[in-house]
């Protein structure tokens, strides 16, 4: 949790963040489904709450990976020979 903690604190103050507003769209959504979801699934049925809130991390992690290449090709660093 330490790391966790401190991964956002970096995140949060680093000069490349022009805007809160993607951060803290994305924080109210992320509440309001989660909540949502706990409130409808019973505590028999956890395994299946972990299962849909992995998809979300999964999600999360598509779109980290799309904005990243969408803002190297907009400044132009896209470098389309590299592999990994």
Do not use: C
Request: charged residues 5%.
């Amino acid at each position: 949790m330490a790391g966790m903690a401190i991964a956002i604190v970096v995140t949060l103050i680093n000069p490349e963040v022009k805007s809160y507003l993607w951060i803290v769209a994305g924080l109210g959504a992320g509440a309001v489904v989660g909540t949502v979801l706990a409130l409808r699934i019973s505590m028999t049925a956890m395994p299946q709450l972990v299962a849909a809130l992995h998809s979300f991390v999964g999600l999360a992690a598509v779109l980290v990976a799309v904005g990243t290449y969408f803002s190297h090709a907009e400044a132009g660093t896209l470098d389309p020979g590299s592999h990994g």
